[in-house]
Nanobody, 117 residues
Framework: QVQLVESGGGLVQPGGSLRLSCAAS????????MGWYRQAPGKQRELVAS???????EYGKFVEGRFTISRDNAKKTLYLQMTSLKPEDTAVYFC???????????WGQGTQVTVSS
């Protein structure tokens, strides 16, 4: 069983930065794909960034070089460094783990990010 706990969300002004963390507990495999999704009110959940076992990284088109995803397998922690934040980045950000050997998805509870002046 895997549990994911996000932290680091909050209120930030436009142009500011935040770093989200996702601490994983339980058995984490190098083959797991981990990532961040977000969901704004009234909108569908969308991919922010993901990182695979071979460090293959994918970003949502809206990221435009502003965010950086990284993972520390030894600490079982996933990070998302966000810079140049915009009001439209306001959403609940969810940590996600996809277990490739079982095709199972795990989700964290989410952390709120609000970008406002």
């Amino acid at each position: 069983q895997v549990q994911l706990v996000e932290s680091g969300g909050g209120l930030v002004q436009p142009g500011g930065s935040l770093r989200l963390s996702c601490a994983a507990s339980g058995s984490i495999r190098n083959s797991d794909v981990m990532g961040w999704y977000r969901q704004a009110p009234g909108k569908q959940r969308e991919l922010v960034a993901s990182i695979g076992s071979d460090d293959k990284i994918e970003y949502g088109k809206f990221v435009e070089g502003r965010f950086t995803i990284s993972r520390d397998n030894a600490k079982k922690t996933l990070y998302l460094q966000m810079t140049s934040l915009k009001p439209e980045d306001t959403a609940v950000y969810f940590c996600h783990l996809y277990r490739t050997i079982t095709f199972y998805n795990y989700w964290g509870q989410g952390t709120q990010v609000t970008v406002s002046s």
